[in-house]
């Protein structure tokens, strides 16, 4: 951590802090930017939110809410009384006292890190910065990144951090879909540049998020959120992999893990599936590796369960061929429809879908009479082609198409109607586990 000169301001802002007469800023209002801009605004905080996306501003201009797990009536509320007031307008970034960058952070197409969002946020907030702001970045990088890119951007200013203005990183945890743990009851590390950093950051998010954590910079800050995510991912390959090892001795993963699930201690579930998606678990093992050669280390282990996870579509894609091969159909003609294109359960959001990266391979080789249906995403694209949901599943409709392949099991699906009226349900989620009638489910790491 830096080493920083006493400043009596810090006790000032601290207090102004506590007080809540603030203005927040946060940039980025997408699955991390809003849900937290409106927990300030529930706290009675004044909010301008930074968006490079004129539709998002605009929608949001007229009271309307598009990100699911928020209230729309909290965010309706938050813009018409002013709480909340989206815009494109940088230079609103002065009448800030602290300023949130939640921005994305993917990756090219070879996987590295791809931090522009980051720089030309940082480089937006760096022109209006002034005297006592906090910054705290919010976007899930790899270590180093407050430390190295933003800070020197931020510092261009003029400004010193840790005398003039206060930096930090906190990462995410939002986890879309999760009905009990949200924003504000999640807990949050907080690891600034300098002591002051943190504490002045964690004091402003703690308006919003019950439990802070202050960790002792921002690369421990940044590196533990990268543990959580590749944690999940290390163990969903497991899982994948255990599954496929299960389909060729004829033992059901699902029941394994729910029975190894009994020991009440050193064991956590994690199931198999098609793949991992969204925006977090695929991507973040790739920052890291990236990272470690730059110190030439090979994260093997990680990028092994990288490998298997991101393997699973083309299994899931010989699960198709093979049953296809069981009828009297050539893979052209095979009808198939695909349930559930979001990339988890009952959320909307398709980035890295597992779901479209076996549609994806299934048309390339040669599978391409496919249909979908998935209440949460009304329009896909693969290959340059539009494909839209159909309207609905009805017995008649599941009856129509030779294969039914769950690739996201939404909790709005009847299972039971789906599977009693498929020819052949393969089942990628286990989402049919309460039907009697078995004869035609082709259940993902159970060899039957
Ligand atoms: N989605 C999640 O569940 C989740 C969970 C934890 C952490 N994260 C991390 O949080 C970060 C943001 O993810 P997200 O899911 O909210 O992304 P998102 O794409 O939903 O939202 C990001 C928003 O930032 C906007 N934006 C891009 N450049 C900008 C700029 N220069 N100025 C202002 N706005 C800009 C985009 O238009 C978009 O609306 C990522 O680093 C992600 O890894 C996401």
Not at 25 to 32: A, R
Not at 208 to 231: D, G, H, R, T
Not at 418 to 424: E, Q, R
């Amino acid at each position: 951590m830096k080493k920083e000169v006493k400043n009596r301001n810090i006790e000032l802002l601290l207090e102004k802090i506590k007080s809540k007469d603030i203005t927040i800023g946060v940039v980025g209002l997408g699955y991390v930017g809003l849900p937290l801009a409106i927990e300030f605004t529930n706290q009675g905080v004044r909010v301008m939110g930074f968006e490079v996306d004129q539709n998002k501003i605009n929608t949001l201009k007229e009271g309307v809410n598009y990100i699911k797990d928020i209230s729309d009536d909290d965010v309706r509320s938050a813009v018409l009384k002013g709480f909340l007031i989206p815009t494109d307008d940088f230079s609103h970034v002065s009448e800030c006292d602290a300023i949130f960058i939640c921005v994305p952070t993917p990756f090219t197409v070879n996987k590295d890190p791809d931090i522009t969002y980051i720089v030309d946020s940082t480089k937006a907030v760096a022109k209006y910065l002034k005297k006592d702001q906090v910054v705290i970045l919010k976007s899930t990088t790899f270590p180093g990144t407050t430390e190295k890119y933003v800070l020197p951007l931020l510092e261009k200013s003029g400004l010193k951090v840790g005398e003039d203005f206060y930096l930090a990183f906190s990462p995410e945890r939002i986890d879309p879909g999760n009905k009990v743990w949200n924003t504000k009851n999640t807990p949050i590390a907080v690891g600034g540049i300098t002591k002051s950093c943190t504490t002045l950051a964690a004091a402003v998010t703690n308006i919003a998020v019950e439990k802070v954590v202050e960790v002792s910079s921002p690369a421990i800050a940044e590196m533990e959120k990268l543990l959580e995510n590749i944690f999940r991912g290390v163990n969903i390959a497991l899982v994948n992999e255990l599954a496929q090892l299960c389909d060729r001795i004829g033992v059901n993963i699902w029941e394994v893990v729910d029975a190894a699930s009994t020991k009440p201690f050193g064991f956590m579930p994690f199931y198999p599936g098609p793949g991992i998606g969204g925006h977090c678990i695929l991507i973040d093992p790739y920052y890291l590796a990236w990272m470690a050669r730059e110190y030439d280390f090979v994260t093997n282990f990680i990028t092994l369960a990288a490998e298997i996870n991101e393997d699973m579509p083309f299994y899931v894609k010989d699960m198709v061929i093979k049953e296809i091969a069981k009828l009297p159909i050539t893979m052209k003609d095979a009808k198939i429809l695909i349930l559930g294109v979001a990339f988890k359960r009952d959320v909307d959001d398709l980035r890295h879908s597992p779901a479209l990266k076996v549609a994806e391979i299934m048309i390339t080789e040669g599978i391409t009479n496919i249909e979908y249906y998935d209440p949460f995403i009304p329009e896909i694209e693969i290959h340059n082609k539009k494909y839209k949901s159909i309207l609905k599943i009805d017995p008649k409709v599941i009856q129509s198409y030779d294969i039914t392949l769950i690739t996201t099991d939404h909790t709005s699906f009847d299972f039971e109607m789906i599977a009693n009226n498929s020819k052949v349900v393969i089942d990628t989620r286990n989402a049919c586990k309460k039907v009697e009638n078995r004869e035609n489910i082709v259940l993902l790491g159970d060899g039957k």
